[in-house]
């Protein structure tokens, strides 16, 4: 069974108590990303995934607001990554 993805979601939270990051996603990309970083799995199944992160992940989480471009900066972008590919292949 596949979950919608407008309810698919990620919560991490770090518990003071014992020291580490408790993540549980039914994001795919997510449960892709933490699988092998997972120390104690309580539970992990196609469509989720949730438990303890090892002792030794030193990653970090970080929240954001999507960015909305102007269709000028999207060209402007465009342009750049054009010219970034035409210098690399030029040797």
Known sequence: ???????QETIASF??????????TTYPPHIRKYRSS???IEEETQD???GWLADDYSGSFTARKRRELTD????EIAQRMKR??????QG
């Open 1 to 7: 069974m596949s979950i919608p993805r407008n309810e």
């Open 48 to 50: 989720r995934l949730s």
């Open 38 to 40: 997972m120390g104690k």
């Open 15 to 24: 518990d003071v108590e014992v020291g580490k990051w408790h993540i549980d």
């Open 84 to 89: 970034v590919s035409a210098s690399k292949t």
């Open 72 to 75: 000028e900066q999207r060209a």
